[in-house]
């Protein structure tokens, strides 16, 4: 396998069309982007800055590429890149039930490369920057934390670890009628015990410092899950750990109708987590599906960013979120794939998929976002996500070296029109030609440099035929669930919460 190039000296990448994303939607035609270690330098026009004189420089010739910040992909599920291919056709509810049972006693080495499959599919589509909503069943361990940040840190990613967490039985998650399903399962549930609060945020303190870096390119969230999965003492546990470490919260929110059933209406999810100090500029909600004008609100006034993963979204059936409304209440959106086992992990897919939806939603094209914008909100929402505002997201001196190359020399892009349209609705990530992350190049000519793609892959296959055939063994299981949570499903979007978010045809 070849070697990752070090950042130890001055590259300067030059003869491309340059997009900077500082703001504006200019371009740089014929432009340079110059970088030393993990920093730009400067963004100019050719021949426009002055190089340090004395040492050595790598000059990168790219004529018919585009040169733009490393995307961010905001909300990721490592433990599903094992489980490709496990889901269709099944909603949110009973989704949770297939990948709770494929997803579940992992050993470190088998979250390790669940987690280098997915880095595979994210540098050699153009991600720099990950959050991992990581599961870890049934209890979250410093040596699974460990693992996923190996994972990370030797492919060479940019990557905030969200510990996935919740306390309650599944059957009091969601707005059904126990006594529908039968006994044996309600028995099952019935049985479990819940795990361990206390140990998961004692795992959490203990990784604060084992997980950072010295570059700072691996930290930490809170990942506690939505709070209707969780019992009122651990959003009080919750809210102590966020008082205790200043960490952000990453958690999924109001994903689908039947979460929003399960809704205090004296007292929203976000009003009550905000109300506690949970929430705040430095966290972030993935989906916002089913949100109401109060939660909206009340999220504005929190200053948190949501994240979009609007392909899963669809897959789910979960609904369609309200981007358009988010974007006009001055709420951060940023955009992520979700699990790859309901989405493939292709970040300029997702994006471009949010557009063409929020489009079906607005008959009034000036409220459309166009590519510039589209874009923009995916960089400076994850940027916000990942807490690296102004530092990752954009080519700008002082920024991290964070830089994707697309060679436009193919068939998807050639004759080349607006470079901005082109990005979001032309290239499919198979152009990636060059990837850096912190100045360090990862990716050279569409090859992994630090990853052996062709180990990691057999031995994920390895691994995903041992899971396919301990989930046959609770296909019966699984099966037995469906007729109660179709009743479940059907009953609450029978039910009028005073917002609609599906695409009703008539």
Not at 402 to 413: A, E, G, P, Q
Not at 422 to 444: K, M, S
Request: aromatic share 6%; net charge negative.
């Amino acid at each position: 396998m070849p070697q990752a190039t070090p950042n130890g000296n001055i590259t300067v990448i030059r003869g491309a069309t340059v997009l900077p994303f500082d703001g504006s939607d200019r371009v740089v035609e014929n432009g340079e982007v110059w970088f030393e270690g993990g920093e730009i330098l400067a963004v100019c026009g050719a021949g426009g800055f002055d190089a340090p004189t004395g040492g050595d420089s790598t000059v990168i010739e790219a004529d018919g590429r585009i040169v733009m910040p490393g995307l961010i992909n905001a909300h990721s599920h490592s433990y599903t890149a094992l489980l490709k291919g496990t889901v269709d056709a099944v909603p949110l509810d009973l989704y949770m039930i297939r990948a709770i049972a494929g997803g579940s006693d992992r050993t470190p080495r088998e979250v390790f490369v669940s987690a280098q499959v997915d880095c595979i599919t994210l540098l050699k589509s153009g991600v720099t920057s990950v959050i991992d909503h990581y599961s870890e069943r049934p209890q979250t361990t410093a040596e699974g934390l460990e693992a996923v940040a190996a994972g990370y840190r030797e492919a060479g990613l940019r990557a905030r670890i969200a510990p996935m967490f919740a306390d309650l039985p599944y059957l009091d998650t969601v707005p059904i009628d126990a006594n529908r399903l039968p006994d044996d399962l309600r028995d099952f549930y019935e049985r479990m015990s819940p795990p361990d609060a206390r140990a998961y945020f004692d795992t959490i303190d203990r990784a604060l410092n084992d997980l950072n870096t010295g570059s700072g390119r691996i930290g930490l969230l809170l990942g506690v899950d939505g709070p209707q999965r969780c019992s009122d003492a651990l959003i009080e546990m919750t809210a102590d750990a966020k008082r205790r470490t200043g960490l952000g919260l990453h958690t999924h929110m109001l994903e689908a109708k039947t979460q929003a059933a399960m809704r205090d209406p004296a007292e929203g999810f976000v009003a009550r987590l905000a109300r506690l100090g949970i929430v705040d500029g430095k966290s972030s909600f993935a989906h916002f599906v089913w949100s109401a004008d109060d939660d909206i609100a009340a999220a504005r006034e929190a200053g948190l960013t949501v994240i979009h993963p609007a392909p899963s979204n669809m897959m789910l059936g979960s609904g369609v979120c309200p981007m358009l409304r988010l974007v006009e209440t001055g709420i951060p959106v940023a955009f992520g794939s979700d699990g790859t086992n309901c989405s493939p992990a292709a970040l300029l897919e997702t994006i471009r998929v949010a557009a063409y939806l929020s489009r079906l939603t607005e008959p009034d094209p000036d409220r459309w976002i166009d590519a510039p914008g589209m874009l923009a909100l995916s960089m400076e929402g994850g940027a916000r996500a990942m807490g690296e505002p102004g530092r990752i997201g954009t080519l700008a001196p002082g920024a991290r070296a964070d830089i994707l190359v697309i060679d436009t020399r193919n068939h998807w892009h050639m004759p080349m029109g607006d470079p901005w349209r082109h990005v979001l609705f032309y290239e499919q990530g198979a152009g990636t030609e060059h990837v850096w992350i912190d100045g360090r190049q990862v990716v050279r000519d569409g090859e992994l440099l630090t990853v052996d793609e062709d180990a990691i892959l057999a031995e994920a296959t390895g691994i995903a035929a041992r899971y396919a055939e301990r989930l046959g063994g609770r296909e019966d299981f699984i099966a037995r669930h469906h007729d109660p949570f179709r009743d479940m499903l059907l009953d609450t979007h029978a039910r009028d919460i005073g917002i609609e978010r599906l695409i009703r045809l008539r």
